[in-house]
């Protein structure tokens, strides 16, 4: 059985996909549970991805579905990440909350040049970098260049390498 590892990096979120060469079953509802449990783990095979991505059910991701899941994924993350960043729960982060951040990190999030930043702040920041990230994946991950993802794009002989920065 030939395997290939894919792992991808939005932002803060992280998929990894695994293809293989031996066929994918359809999905079932047990493939439902398996679906959540590799959004929960971030390693999905191409099947999972497919099954967990693909909104209109047509067995094929689209660029468009999925930035739709990264942007919804890196929304969710960034909520958690502020609520851990915002020590003081004024709703704002202020350099003292965040003392090991680098600085060129933190202007990078401080949009309005306040010396402090918001939810939206940091929303717009990591949304910004996960589309650009989610366009060259979505280009890596489509094996035969067809414009959509499929379990097929996972069975290819040749290796996919996603580097995580």
Known sequence: MRRMAVAVTFGMCAVSARGS????????????????AAEKSGEWTYAELVAGVDRDADGQVSPAELEEFVVHD???KVAARFGRLDRNGDGRVAPGEVPTMPPERFRRFDVDGDRSFTLTELARAMLASARERCRAVFARLDRDHDG?????DGESTEPTRVSKR
């Open 148 to 152: 959509e993802l499929s379990v097929a």
């Open 21 to 36: 060469a031996e066929p994918k079953a359809a999905p079932s509802a047990s493939h439902a549970k398996a679906t959540r």
């Open 74 to 76: 890196v929304n969710r």
